[in-house]
Every structure is written in C-alpha cells, then in structure tokens.
C-alpha cells in the first residue's frame, strides 16, 4: 500500500480534522471529520478562513509570539524568518513548538465546545502554508471540570466537617473544665460534711450519758457498743463512697489539667493519652460517656 494510500485512509477514519490553509488564512482544503466537529461539509469550510470557522482565534492575533521557522525548509544563513500573513496561525504554530497542542473553548453552531489545534508551519513548494488538526475535546473536558468540582466540593466538606470537629472539642474541653472546677469546690464541701458526721457519731455516746444521767454505767455501755457499730458500718460506708467520689474527682482533675497543659494539641486527645495511674481507659470512657461526650 502506498503512503498516499494510506494517507487518504487517516483522512477518513480519524477522529480530528485536518485543514490546509494557505499564507493568507485561506482553507484550501479540509477532511470530513469537520462533518462531526463543526457540523459543517468540507465544501462549506474551504475557501473560508479559521476565524470564519473558530471565531474565538481571532483574539490570538493580538497575542506575543516568537516565530518559528517553517518546517520542511531551509533556515537562511542571515536567520530571518519567514513570516505569513496570518498573525493568529503563526502565533498557534509557536505555541505548538513551544507548548504543544492548544486547547480552547468555543462556540460551534451556537453549542459551547472544547476544541484542541496541533497547528504547523510547512515550507511547500517554497510557499508558506499551515496545517491545523482540530479535535473535539469537550467530552474529555467536562470529565476535567466535573472532577474538579468533586475535588474542590471535598475539600470544602473537609474544611467544614473540621471546623465542625474543632468546635465540638472546643465544646468538650469546656465542660471537662467546668467539671473539673466544680467538683473541686464540691469536694471540698463534701469532706467538711463527712467530718462533722464523725464528729455527731463519735459525740453521741456523751450526749446521751449528759441528757439521761439515770442512765447506769451498764446501760451506758451497751448504747456506746451499739453506736460504735454503727459508727464502723457508717465509716465503712463512708469508705467506699469516697473511693468512689475521689475516683470519679480525680478523674475530672485529670482531664482538666490536660486541657490546659496541652493547648491546642488537646483536640485531637485519645482516651489512652490519659487514661494512667488507677485510671483505666474503661473509665474514662464511662465517665464521657456519663457526661454526653
């Protein structure tokens, strides 16, 4: 098969369209994807020039460029380029040289599209020309946008569910501190109370002797024995509720003064951080869990 053959075969088959243009803008020729890509005949697209077509290319005119040297001829000794008469070609075909294809948006038939231009500047029987593939990559762009938004719609959601998280912690370190404070105050309460019931226990076996002096030492005895029993069952009450008190307290003073020391580190705190000593993770966790952390 010859490379002409072969040549009339991609003109066909491929999905971009392929223009000759001449010096001046002209569209000497075009391939039938045009048919897909601009909705429009080959007849329709030769003889016209690019911006007939992609009105959107004739702001690139205005654009700053090197020139570049036409392909398939020779550079003078001198270095002067050849330059065409169409501004916005040769500008397409130094951008090409230095950053490959340039992709665009525009309008197709009143429909918004993404176009991409491999444009190149051929050296042809000593006269200037440009070939231009045109491919439709709006599909491929609208994928790009899409994922762009999903990513910038995440990053959001993260931003806001960690404002949210933060906002939650801030609220979680004030309750711990107001807890903790509090039960400070109330401990201390407590402990005053706790020794002035002793003290009612440990004075009653006088005040009975003193308001009843009838009493006989017999009789006195057996009250004292009785109030010394339910002194030691009080005190062992007494033992067990402060095992308590002091547990849950100084778990509270725990939690506290971590907050404090730690500052902002202490919104991302797990519970073994300070779950130490006769704390056990178990508890804490009751203890949040008793609080609605």
């Known amino acids: 098969m010859r490379q002409s053959d072969l040549f009339d075969i991609l003109k066909v088959v491929a999905d971009f369209a392929i223009l000759s243009i001449r010096s001046d803008g002209i569209i000497e020729s075009a391939t039938p994807p045009v048919r897909v890509i601009f909705n429009k005949n080959e007849g329709e697209i030769e003889g016209k020039t690019l911006v007939d077509v992609i009105p959107e290319t004739e702001m690139l005119a205005m654009m700053e460029f090197t020139p570049v040297e036409a392909r398939g001829g020779m550079a003078m000794m001198d270095d002067d380029i050849q330059m065409s008469d169409c501004s916005y070609l ?45 491919s439709d990559i709006t599909k491929r762009k609208h994928t790009e946008i ?6 910038e719609n995440l990053e959001q959601r993260v931003q806001e569910r960690t404002a949210e998280l933060q906002e ?54 057996k009250i004292h024995e009785v109030i010394q029993g339910e ?11 402060q095992i308590t008190d002091q547990k849950f307290l100084m778990t509270m003073m725990s939690l506290k ?31 949040l869990d008793s609080l609605g952390i």
């Not at 003064?257 to 178990?282: W, Y």
């Open 168 to 221: 939650k912690s801030e609220q979680i370190k004030k309750v711990v501190l107001s807890c903790g404070n509090e039960l400070e105050n109330v401990n201390e309460t407590y402990q005053q109370m706790k020794e002035q019931q002793m003290d009612i226990f440990e004075g009653i076996s006088g005040k009975i002797s003193a308001e009843i002096p009838e009493l006989d030492k017999s009789n006195l005895e």
């Open 257 to 287: 003064a971590l907050f404090e020391n730690t500052g902002s580190a202490g919104e991302n705190l797990q519970t073994q951080e300070f779950a130490e000593g006769e704390q056990s993770m178990s508890d804490v966790d009751d203890l």
């Open 90 to 134: 040769e500008y397409l075909a130094a951008y090409v040289q230095e950053n490959g294809s340039y992709e665009m948006q525009a309008q197709v038939e009143g429909e918004e599209r993404w176009l991409k231009l491999s444009t190149y500047k051929l050296l042809h029987e000593d006269e200037l020309m440009f070939t231009v593939l045109v």
């Open 146 to 151: 899409e994922i762009k938004q999903l990513n």
């Open 231 to 241: 002194l030691i069952r009080s005190m062992d009450l007494y033992t067990q509720d």
